[in-house]
């Protein structure tokens, strides 16, 4: 919301109160309380009247410092983000004639005493930002009062994050309001409304507001970001990085972690689409049909429709198609299938279930005590209150009953249209529930399958999600259209999430709205299954790959095969995300900060540390993609290019730009059917084009999440040095040398992408490689040389 006028005036209507010094300062609690007139006080009589905001400042964790701005009393009658506060913090207060900080770990917020406004955010010895004069307001609207701050911008620096955007992924110029909406991925609004930025500054800011909070992103002060919420309150916290990734690491052990999801909800998810005619007859046909074509299949999905129309949601299989449900599930699981449904959190007036929740006070309620209702989306529909604890329990309980009879998991949709002219069971403020809500949902929803299904079985598919909401995956990007230009809104969405602490992302392959052409699809596939999840819906069309043309049958099983076979990285990439917060589709920004290039790329990403993924979005199959500082490989041909620079390219649709960096390592499975199997045994270490004194190392993970097998990787001039543990067989490629001789533990041959060693156990290897045949420029084979034992 802008309350300026330009520079010197302000908008109409607007009475405007900014803070205009510190005028004093205590230490209490750990607590450094500021009180900033709005008027300069050198005198006595200045104390008489005016505005007063009182700044509050303290640290919840180590290089975080968390700020409080309010006005007279504020009871926010809740709900409020929970942080997870550090105990033990050690916080450090200071004060003097003419200042005042407050410090934990290397960040300290400084404020400037008797002077005018201004309080500086100081770590790595330098001001990362600082509110400034006219920064820190309380400006009142035609009577509403609004709480704002604003925190400066250096030249050239730039502003991620906020959510799922689908609007330019560096958001400096953008407004940007943190409210739920049902928008679809070609605008500016939001499922998935985080009040969470960073910036190429090295911190993150979040504002702990989760009611209506405007952005003003450099757009109507160019040099700050502001932002403001109605009411006499704003809290936010500043956390210093000095990384993309170090933020997401302290932002996340803030708001929660992601869950990490089970192995199997990696490989390729199939949906009935949404408003197809289907029946289990048509499933069965489909399913057998891509058996038939030997076209791998692990999770399959059913839309709104398994519920009869008009009683979404009663949680009944619809008899008329689908007469026995729980055996039809039992067939679908015997040949190796999980199992979705769709639900959302709304009950229909003609379900039988919305008398049973109205009786007992389980949906949102009018003012005047009636059941709120609408026609939008169901006729007459309630919406259940997740605030009520007896109403999580009789949802969760419907649930049961579904994954008691073989239901996997839940696509849980919507939760953005929740309205303010409710009244909520617990008394929460229902501004401040519209985006709390999709938190509560997802989490009943969660907590569910986890008692249900164990810790490690537990996964969403979700569509809305606010701040914290990262700790229910996974999450989807809403109803994006079949076009390219789509596809790359989409992928701006996901990489905004990813940089506002989500670790899992999808997206309908092929696009939801319409029916994409053949090139859509074909190259959607590559994009859809080279993310971290991966599912072909759409809206009024099946998805098969056959009614598109018989290369879209290949270029599906082409693209499902290679994610099976990644899947021991792509899975290490998830336990990452798991443990630090950093998402399994990186911003080319998270991985290269320092690389200003990078910084506004946003149709390439990292899938993991190490791949580099550029998908193709032209009917031509021609792009231009950005290679970084060092030695690339081509994952599948061996092609090597040295960056920085850019490229350009032109590929069929069973290739993209997959890249691999330079001294990294990347386990790859024997099994190219499954996503979930035992990825040490048979796996394949590939070590890219390691420089002399360095080494790359990869934990090959188990697929319930824990460590199987450390291989190391080391270059010592010619001498290549191979360790595993613990003692189990494996192979590594080495990627880059032609010509190599075995000397100890193991024997090699020669391949067309490099050297291949096969060690019998996991004891050290050392390999032997003629110096002048290293990294030979083009990746492939033109002599083969082996010494005896290869």
Known sequence: MKFTDGNWMHGAGVRPHYAAHAYSASVSDAQLSIVAPCQYVGHRTSTIGGTIIDVALSSPAPDV??????????????????????????????????????????????????????????????????????????????????????????????????????????????????????????????????????????????VREPGAVSFEVASEKVSRVQFSTPGKSLEYCVIYGPT????????????????????????????????????????????????RRNLPLHVFHFDCFWMREFQWCDFEWDARVFPDPKAMLARLKSKGLRISVWINPYIAFRSKLFAEAARQGFLLKK????????????????????????????????????????????????????????????????????????????????????????????????RSATAGGQQFPIHWGGDCSATFESMAESLRGGLSLGISGFGFWSHDIG??????????????????????????????????????????????????????????????????????????????????????????????????????????????????????EGTWTDFETGRRIVGPQWVAGQYDYFGLPLYARCNSAIAVGNRSDVPDYDYASGVTVHAFELSDGNAASVAVPSSNGASSLQVTVMRSGSLFTITGSPAMPFEVLLRGVVNCTVVEGGRGWQTDLGFMVRVADGSAVVLMAKAENLNNGNGRIHEVVLSAGA
């Open 65 to 206: 410092i968390n700020v409080r701005i309010s006005k007279d009393f504020v009871d926010s009658c809740g709900p409020q983000y929970q942080l997870n506060v550090d105990p033990s913090v050690r916080i450090e207060t200071h004060t003097d004639d003419h200042s005042a900080s407050i410090s934990s770990g290397q960040l300290s917020a400084i404020v400037r005493l008797a002077d005018s406004w201004q309080l500086d955010f100081v770590a790595g010895g330098r001001t990362l930002t600082s509110s400034k004069g006219r920064s820190l307001g309380m400006p009142e609207v035609e009577g509403q009062w609004y709480c704002h701050e604003q925190l400066s911008l250096g030249v050239g620096e730039t502003v991620y994050g906020f959510g799922e955007r689908f609007t330019a992924f560096v958001k400096n110029g953008q407004v940007v309001e943190s409210w739920n909406k049902d928008g679809g991925t070609g605008s500016d609004q939001a499922y998935k409304a985080v009040p969470f930025y960073m910036t190429s500054g090295g911190y993150g800011v979040f």
């Open 244 to 291: 993309p990734k170090e933020i997401l690491a302290k932002y996340t052990l803030l708001t929660g972690r992601p869950a990490l999801p089970p192995a199997w909800s990696f490989g390729l998810w199939l949906t009935t689409s949404f408003t197809t005619d289907y029946d289990e007859t048509t499933v069965s046909n489909v399913i057998d049909e891509l058996e």
């Open 367 to 462: 003012v005047n005590g009636e059941v709120w209702q609408t026609d939008e989306w169901q006729p007459g529909m309630g919406i259940v209150d997740f605030t009520n604890p007896k109403a999580c329990e009789w949802y969760a309980g419907k649930l049961a009953a579904l994954v008691d009879m073989g239901v996997d998991c839940f696509k849980t949709d919507f939760g953005e249209r929740i309205p303010l002219d409710v009244v909520y069971h617990d008394g929460s403020r229902p501004d401040r529930m519209h985006n709390y809500y999709s938190y509560l949902y997802n989490k009943n929803v969660f907590d569910l399958l986890k008692s249900r299904c164990g810790n490690d079985n537990a996964v969403l598919f979700a």
């Open 511 to 628: 696009g939801f709205e319409g029916s994409p052409d053949p090139a859509v699809y074909k190259r959607w596939i590559a994009f859809g299954l080279l993310s971290s999840h991966s599912r072909l819906h759409g809206n009024n069309s099946y998805r098969v790959p056959w009614l598109y043309d018989e290369e879209a049958v290949d270029v599906l099983r082409r693209f499902t095969q290679l994610k099976c076979e990644l899947m021991p990285y792509i899975f290490a990439a998830a336990m990452e995300a798991r443990a630090f917060g950093v998402p399994v589709m990186r911003a080319m920004f998270l991985e290269f900060p320092d690389d200003p290039a990078c910084r506004y790329l946003d149709r390439q990403y990292m899938l993991g540390p190490s791949l580099l993924v550029a998908p193709v979005m032209s009917d031509s199959g021609k792009l231009e993609y950005y290679i970084p």
